[in-house]
T-cell receptor, first 115, second 113 residues
Framework: DADVTQTPRNRITKTGKRIMLECSQTKGHDRMYWYRQDPGLGLRLIYYSFDVKDINKGEISDGYSVSRQAQAKFSLSLESAIPNQTALYFC??????????????FGPGTRLTVL | AQSVTQLGSHVSVSEGALVLLRCNYSSSVPPYLFWYVQYPNQGLQLLLKYTTGATLVKGINGFEAEFKKSETSFHLTKPSAHMSDAAEYFCAVSSGGYQKVTFGTGTKLQVIP
């Protein structure tokens, strides 16, 4: 099955460390997104990319950076992790063509803990 | 600008009872509306969506939602709750063709045997 995968699934790190979260998809979708989920706050958009050369900041991009290495790969980096970046992170994809273009498909999530 | 408000962060129902999860939206253009479900330790999956046309939308697992423009609402219902419906449910809105989606804060549904 075409899928969205995230690595790692769980990560514990220390304040100040650089962390990279990776997302890969086999759906052939052109658009990819990074969200973080915090209890009571729902999902908030960090960055999104409509194609390899188009990357945009979301509502909470401070402290994060991204790289779209290929259509199928979208990585999220925390240059210097801090405890309030402890959260569940989701990658999502969507297809700009066809009738399902406004539906997003989510990966299983990465649980990040910053000590 | 667009936003979503989900009323009630936690809802409890008895098995077999009606499920009603409330969602109100704000959008400056005709919206696309979604309900997603998140089971424990999993990502979100689409339950149903409204884009255009029929305002009563049927989704998976017996859920449905009705788009009411006059009330700016998109409430999720299911006639009879099952234990497997216990999960967190997110309402979401998208305005315009570039697909930026805004999610609500979620409602955790507990089903009591």
């Amino acid at each position: 099955d075409a899928d969205v995968t995230q690595t790692p699934r769980n990560r514990i790190t220390k304040t100040g460390k650089r962390i990279m979260l990776e997302c890969s998809q086999t759906k052939g979708h052109d658009r990819m997104y990074w969200y973080r989920q915090d209890p009571g706050l729902g999902l908030r958009l960090i960055y999104y990319s409509f194609d390899v050369k188009d990357i945009n900041k979301g509502e909470i991009s401070d402290g994060y950076s991204v790289s779209r290495q290929a259509q199928a790969k979208f990585s999220l980096s925390l240059e210097s992790a801090i405890p309030n970046q402890t959260a569940l992170y989701f990658c999502a994809t969507s297809d700009s063509s066809g009738l399902r273009y406004n539906e997003q498909f989510f990966g299983p999530g990465t649980r990040l803990t910053v000590l | 600008a667009q936003s979503v408000t989900q009323l009630g962060s936690h809802v409890s129902v008895s098995e077999g009872a009606l499920v009603l999860l409330r969602c109100n939206y704000s959008s400056s253009v005709p919206p696309y509306l979604f309900w997603y479900v998140q089971y424990p330790n999993q990502g979100l999956q689409l339950l149903l969506k409204y884009t255009t046309g029929a305002t009563l939308v049927k989704g998976i697992n017996g859920f449905e939602a009705e788009f009411k423009k006059s009330e700016t609402s998109f409430h999720l219902t299911k006639p009879s709750a099952h234990m497997s419906d216990a999960a967190e449910y997110f309402c979401a809105v998208s305005s315009g063709g570039y697909q930026k989606v805004t999610f609500g804060t979620g409602t955790k549904l507990q089903v009591i045997p």
